[in-house]
């Protein structure tokens, strides 16, 4: 069977266009997040503080690692960065997950197990 017309093929590609799309929006708010504190955004205007809000709950496991570099006012947030990048990671890892699952022919197992073992 050709594995291009395998009944897995459309829900794996639905489901990395998913994990993509859901990484790029948890992405921006962070990038949000990093930009304003960055810019010593007024915390108080609701724009910020909706975007302080909702990263939160994403940046909180970060926010002890590293201590944030502050010059008057202004917060480079090394922490938001190593959220992003460790997000960026999870949703690359469980793409790869999904294309484990991908319907193979024997013949391009074999192909692909040959260039592995070379």
Do not use: C, H
Not at 11 to 26: D, H, K, S
Not at 72 to 96: D, H, N, P, Q, R
């Amino acid at each position: 069977m050709d594995s291009y017309n395998s009944p897995t093929t459309k829900p794996l590609y639905r489901g990395t266009q998913v994990v993509w799309y859901i990484l790029g929006v948890l992405e921006v708010i962070l990038a949000f997040r990093f930009v304003l504190k960055l810019l010593a955004a007024n915390p108080s205007a609701g724009f910020s503080r909706f975007i302080y809000t909702v990263s939160y709950i994403f940046a909180a496991p970060f926010l002890n690692v590293f201590d944030a570099s502050k010059v008057e006012g202004s917060v480079f947030e090394w922490t938001t960065l190593l959220a992003m990048f460790v997000y960026l990671l999870i949703a690359w890892g469980i793409v790869k997950l999904f294309f484990m699952s991908k319907t193979v022919s024997t013949t391009e197992a074999a192909t692909k197990l040959d260039k592995e073992n070379k």
